[in-house]
């Protein structure tokens, strides 16, 4: 039996053009480590460590027992779809029907539903960056070129409507966003959005794939959606799920509110694929949208306390420049000031090198901002208890300064 052969060829080039996503790789690298024995903490993961809401988890062993076991209409069920309406309505200002509702296996498939269909060959989407590292390859895996507007750490990770306005050409077809941001956690305020807003409203043909997954880990006190500007209310295809503000990633459950004609595509599309999201998790995330929102909100309140206190701790570290995010549950330093260190055997040249370091010399697992289109950045995710959080700190701060010019 032959083991090593080379299968390379047999794969097609549209796999061996996709890249594999870097969170999963630092979380497989670190899991490998603790394998080998070694004390891992890993801030790598967007999973919060909150456990899913008893109530939430209650009403899908109610809709088991009730017989939601079979097969859901392929745009999600209409008891969901109702209650995604009525949210929408409720905390966005944003009015849809019924078959502007498409429920996914994810948000992740609604993203990848909205680029098949709307993407061709040659066409562009303007991401503005840093971005989720799955938007390029959705987009790439369309065919179309994602365009990268890149932001630093002295534009609190947001791209202006004027540098937005320089981008567009014939080819543009979306832009694309989170906010708040991962890997950021920056969240862009009313007035940017509306700024952005007008920019896209002057162009007809252009539309807006908003990702608000993070929407309910907002430490502004009042989320906006894009969708709410009249200048691209009927072109904004607002993205969102349950995984984030529920604490539901296991359950697999996103979904967008979009034009009807781009609702259809995507229920097309997804009849391809998956079919329908599972029936008892939908009937959970029904419940949900209409329950006590108090479990989120507490949750909220301890990312808060978390962020604060990795704030404080990353801030006291010579060479690492921290702003102060204002959602999700991520911070993303700029370590430039590293590069060109060296500690033993290990030399940081880039954000690559500075989190590999990190990962087998302090044993603590981050993300490099290279993968979401930030070179000289790293994404922490403090979605971890603060115990980890404290050691985790204590381990970084050593690390860094052993790295000597």
């Not at 790598?44 to 062993?61: C, M, N, V």
């Not at 948000?107 to 061709?120: G, R, V, Y």
């Not at 909220?300 to 549950?329: C, T």
Request: charged letters at 25%.
């Amino acid at each position: 039996m032959i083991t090593n052969k080379d299968t390379s060829h047999l794969l097609s080039d549209r796999i061996q053009r996709l890249a594999e996503s870097a969170t999963i790789k630092m979380s497989r690298m670190a899991r490998e480590l603790k394998e080998e024995g070694h004390d891992v903490i890993s801030l790598s993961l967007g999973e919060p460590d909150f456990d899913t809401p008893q109530h939430i988890k209650d009403a899908a062993k109610k809709a088991l027992d009730e017989g939601f076991t079979k097969y859901t209409p392929v745009p999600g069920l209409p008891q969901l779809r109702k209650s995604i309406v009525d949210k929408f309505k409720r905390d966005n200002d944003l009015d849809f029907d019924l078959d502007q509702i498409v429920v996914s296996n994810g948000a992740k498939q609604s993203l990848a539903n909205i680029s098949l269909s709307l993407l061709n060959k040659d066409d562009e989407v303007i991401v503005l960056a840093p971005y989720w590292v799955t938007y390029s390859e959705i987009i790439k895996l369309a065919g179309a070129k994602p365009i990268i507007l890149k932001s630093g750490i002295e534009d609190d990770y947001k791209v202006s409507a004027e540098r937005l306005e320089e981008a567009i050409n014939e080819k543009t077809r979306l832009v694309m966003f989170s906010s708040p941001c991962n890997p950021t956690g920056s969240v862009y305020l009313k007035e940017e959005l509306e700024a952005l807003a007008n920019v896209i409203g002057k162009h007809e043909d252009i539309y807006i794939v908003s990702d608000e997954i993070y929407e309910y880990i907002n430490f502004t006190g009042k989320h906006v959606s894009i969708g709410t500007f009249p200048s691209v209310k009927d072109r904004t295809i607002t993205v969102n799920g349950f995984s984030k503000g529920f604490a539901m990633t296991g359950w697999r459950l996103g979904y967008i509110g979009a034009p009807k004609w781009v609702a259809a595509a995507c229920v097309k599309m997804q009849g391809q694929f998956t079919s329908g999201a599972n029936a008892f998790s939908q009937m959970a995330g029904a419940y949900a949208l209409q329950a006590d929102m108090k479990p989120t909100d507490d949750m909220r309140a301890a990312f808060l306390n978390r962020r604060d206190m990795m704030i404080e701790g990353l801030e006291k570290i010579p060479g690492m420049k921290v702003n102060k995010p204002l959602g999700a549950f991520y911070i993303f330093p700029d370590i430039s000031d590293f590069f060109g260190t060296s500690f033993g055997s290990y030399n940081i040249n880039n954000a690559d090198d500075f989190c590999e370091y990190l990962l087998n010399s302090a044993h603590v697992a981050t993300v490099t901002g290279s993968a979401f289109g930030a070179d000289n950045c790293f994404r922490i995710s403090y979605a971890a208890s603060e115990k980890d959080l404290k050691e985790a700190i204590k381990r970084i701060t050593e690390a860094c300064s052993k790295l000597k010019k």
